[in-house]
């Protein structure tokens, strides 16, 4: 009994009592942080709904978390325990893994962890049209690793997430407007004047352009026998591209009507001369 004694007053000493109390507060912690992350994913996936991220990453997400949060107990429990030796054992075997696991999966992690930036940053969401890099289209879908576009061309490009982090992003559905520019080039023998009118019918008689908006209509080259004309005005950015083609179409047909001569494209041959 006398032994039993000792040995629950060695306990009831206040060293161990504080490492007992710090074992308790930590593992707590670690309980409620791992119960957190599942909820705050789940309500970060909810008020997310336009990045589409698939089910699939999120669980993932919520185990590489929690699995982290354990190994951090664990560390802090050895710690805690003055367990130093096997603390730096630990550390040290740890250290070499993570290298050789960095190496292995370098670019999957770099993918992922952009995946999470671009979650956060919302740079674009599904059904944006944009560019990224050489590629123009809408947003398809986005996960953790990869990001989808639909090109205008019709092909799908799967984009990782590493390289759509580190790229100019331009977002075309950002802005409600968005300004239609088009270069009309006219022979220097057509009528400037009417050249001009023409154009300024055309761009009030759009019934998609922004009224708010003034249209600006001047020259903007002179070259080749050729006066190009440009003409500015905005339009709601979703009909951007249905309005710019039927614009182009209408200056042909208008100017074909009213007899001025748009600029023929110039090529230039140059003839070479080997001596065999």
Request: charged share 20%; glycine share 6%.
């Amino acid at each position: 009994m006398e032994g039993i004694d000792i040995k629950w007053g060695a306990l009831l000493k206040p060293e161990y009592g504080w490492r007992i109390l710090g074992l308790v507060i930590t593992w707590v912690i670690v309980w409620l942080l791992v119960r957190y992350f599942s909820h705050a994913l789940e309500r970060l996936n909810t008020r997310t709904k336009g990045m589409d991220i698939d089910t699939r990453d999120m669980k993932t997400l919520d185990k590489l978390l929690d699995y982290l949060v354990i190994v951090i107990g664990i560390l802090v429990t050895i710690a805690i325990l003055n367990l130093t030796s096997v603390l730096y054992s630990m550390l040290t075997a740890a250290g070499v893994i993570t290298i050789v696991i960095g190496f292995a999966v370098r670019d999957v992690a770099a993918n992922f962890i952009s995946g999470i930036f671009i979650l956060l940053d919302q740079p674009f969401v599904r059904g944006d049209s944009v560019q990224i890099g050489d590629f123009s289209g809408t947003v398809q879908r986005i996960s953790l690793r990869s990001t989808e576009i639909a090109t205008f061309d019709g092909p799908v490009v799967s984009m990782p997430n590493s390289t759509v982090a580190t790229t100019p992003i331009v977002n075309y559905s950002t802005n409600e407007e968005r300004r239609v520019n088009l270069n009309v080039a006219i022979s220097q023998e057509t009528d400037l004047g009417a050249a001009i009118e023409t154009l300024r019918q055309l761009a009030q008689g759009e019934e998609r352009r922004v009224p708010e908006k003034d249209i600006s209509l001047y020259i903007s080259d002179v070259s080749d026998g050729a006066i190009v004309l440009t003409v500015l005005f905005y339009t709601p950015a979703a009909s951007w591209f249905a309005t710019t083609n039927d614009l182009r179409r209408a200056i042909v047909e208008e100017f074909e009507r009213r007899g001025l001569e748009l600029a023929m494209p110039v090529y230039k041959s140059y003839n070479v001369t080997v001596n065999a």
